[in-house]
């Protein structure tokens, strides 16, 4: 859980109907229920889908940003609207703006909920109904549909955006048009482009085994835990040791593919880790293995061997219990 301190918040509604905005007149009420769910939707957008940068001092669209956060809020949901209404569809969207405090930082948000349709079951004198519940908040579990956290001292945000189709085309209509600003891409994304460029490299040199995808795994779940970063060059030594050509190439795709730097920190990257904690196996004759990458590593616990017939073999060792499950 963040260290997060809510100071003010307020809610203005875009309506579909005629694409208008209903604007608050005053700022919201902050219960502790209301103040939980805010902080969870802030928590949530400091994940591995959220795209980082800096705002300049001179950006048009700091301009925006006041210490009256009603005058602030009201200026920036009509801008908003305006790059908004340029798509092509529409449904009941709440705009939240949020002053807030973080380890006794300064820091503003914009967060766009989509508000759903949900059943309800109500029960009063007349007996028991199911019935349509219009505008419903999202679970505070889940993120934003869009947001924009800015730290006020650093001018550094974190955003989470979503394509619109106007014109016939899609474009990232708050990064593009409403910010003006090329923010770096997600850590999911740079962490899946990496994963990308080193099986393509490994493809080219012939070394694209259950090995290489296993050793991939173990090396980027290390950088990621042990450092909140991915320096290309570390990982080309640890992939590609034994080639100079594979090393160079892996570390030229990668500053192409994701020019920035590869640093996550800030980020909730737990789920990146979960997913590269374990090497997954399916055998050809049906088994599947799931095997942590220490025990995977560990050549006292696991051994792999290939046979003359070009065969493999696993030997599990040293194992004090087993379980059926």
Not at 18 to 25: F, S
Not at 139 to 168: F, M, Q, T, V
Not at 199 to 214: E, L, P, V
Not at 249 to 276: A, H, M, N, W, Y
Request: aromatic share 8%.
């Amino acid at each position: 859980m963040m260290d997060i301190y809510i100071k003010e918040a307020i809610i203005h509604q875009f309506s579909p109907d005629d694409t208008e905005l209903v604007l608050a007149d005053s700022a919201l009420d902050i219960s502790p229920k209301i103040e939980e769910y805010l902080r969870k939707k802030i928590e949530r957008v400091y994940s591995d889908e959220a795209k980082t940068g800096q705002f300049s001092e001179d950006q048009p669209f700091m301009s925006y940003i006041s210490n009256d956060l009603m005058a602030s809020s009201i200026q920036l949901a009509q801008a908003w609207k305006e790059e908004f209404i340029q798509g092509e569809q529409f449904k009941t969207n709440d705009l939240v703006f949020i002053r807030f405090e973080t380890h006794g930082i300064e820091h503003f948000a914009f967060l766009r909920l989509v508000l759903r349709d949900s059943l309800v079951h109500i029960t009063n004198e007349a007996g028991q109904t199911i019935q349509l519940s219009q505008n419903n908040f999202p679970g505070a579990g889940s993120a934003p549909d869009e947001a924009l956290i800015i730290n006020l001292s650093d001018k550094s945000y974190y955003l989470i955006e979503k394509r619109i189709k106007a014109n016939g085309a899609f474009v990232n209509y708050l990064s593009q048009h409403l910010l003006q600003v090329e923010p770096r891409v997600s850590a999911k994304k740079s962490i899946k482009e990496v994963e990308k460029v080193a099986q393509k490299i490994a493809g080219q040199f012939h070394q694209d085994d259950f090995q290489f995808q296993s050793k991939l795994k173990s090396t980027l779940h290390q950088h990621i835990e042990e450092n909140q970063s991915i320096s290309p060059e570390k990982m080309a030594d640890q992939l590609f040791d034994d080639n100079l050509t594979a090393r160079l190439s892996f570390i030229d795709q990668v500053k192409e593919s994701v020019p920035e730097e590869l640093s996550f920190s800030g980020i909730d990257t737990s789920r990146q880790l979960k997913r590269l904690e374990n090497q997954k196996l399916s055998l050809s004759n049906g088994i599947e293995l799931i095997v942590p990458n220490q025990v995977y590593e560990d050549a006292e616990s696991v051994e792999f061997i290939q046979n003359s017939d070009g065969t493999y073999s696993i030997l599990i060792k040293n194992i004090e219990d087993i379980k059926s499950q």
